[in-house]
């Protein structure tokens, strides 16, 4: 079965610094890779995803993320960040349905980025 | 991306009653997803929905508990019956349109 480890549970930056957020997957085919963001009081929002291709993928709100199979990493960044990134971030990994063309989502437990103004 | 609302967005319910949440979709979709993220914990995947068959249970939950409708494309509901506070949670459904997105969620709280 896949699983996802955050290692970091609480991140705290300054305004403008750059940020990373660590997640680590387990699966034992190409994975489906995603990352979510959950503001306070709010749904899931899709960042971005990984499925396929350039191992670089681009999100909305200025974030990247890097797919390194070797180290089974989808480590998350942004060179600069803002004030209302302050959410928790989780990872997920997707798993093929057999037969049904969709997958099962597997989520990290998730990391609390505060930001420091 | 499929626009997805819950209802209600929030109760608080008694002990040992029941609570229906909707899920409403703009779109067609095959699979629907229902989730609980019980506080400051992770999401765990409770069923999978198909529209004309019986829901799919992960470990853990129980048709008797958590029953699911899908009577449509566009629709389906989850109820959460007898509850204890341990039921407290936010509960969430998604659709899967190649990603799966999520709704706002429905912020449960028994007392």
């Known amino acids: 079965a896949q699983s996802v480890t955050q290692p970091d549970i609480h991140i705290t930056v300054s305004e403008g610094a750059s940020l990373e957020l660590r997640c680590n997957y387990s699966?034992?085919?190409?994975?489906?890779l995603f990352w979510y963001v959950q503001s306070p009081g709010q749904g899931l929002q899709l960042l971005l995803k990984?499925?396929?291709?350039?191992?670089l993928v681009q999100g909305i709100k200025g974030f990247e993320a890097e797919f390194k199979r070797s180290q089974s990493s989808f480590n998350l960044r942004k060179p600069s960040v803002h004030w209302s990134d302050a959410a928790e971030y989780f990872c997920?990994?997707?798993?093929?349905?057999?037969?049904?063309?969709?997958?099962?989502?597997?989520f990290g437990k998730g990391t609390k980025l505060s930001v420091i103004p | 991306s499929a626009v997805i609302s819950q209802k209600p967005s929030r109760d608080i319910c008694q002990r040992g009653t029941s609570l229906t949440i909707q899920c409403q979709v703009d779109?067609?979709?095959?699979?629907m997803f229902w989730y609980r993220q019980q506080p400051g914990q992770s999401l765990t995947l409770i069923a999978t929905?198909?529209?004309?068959?019986?829901?799919?249970?992960e470990s853990g939950f129980v048709i008797d508990k958590f029953p699911i409708s899908r009577p449509n494309l566009t629709f389906s509901t989850l109820t959460v019956s007898n509850m204890s506070p341990e039921d407290s949670s936010i509960y969430l459904c998604?659709?899967?349109?190649?990603?799966?997105?999520f709704g706002p969620g429905t912020r449960l709280l028994v007392l």
């Open positions: 997920a990994v997707g798993a093929t349905y057999s037969g049904a063309g969709s997958y099962q989502l597997t």
């Open positions: 998604s659709v899967d349109e190649e990603t799966q997105y």
């Open positions: 699966y034992g085919a190409t994975p489906y």
């Open positions: 929905a198909n529209q004309g068959s019986e829901a799919t249970y």
């Open positions: 990984y499925f396929s291709g350039d191992t």
């Open positions: 779109s067609q979709v095959t699979m």
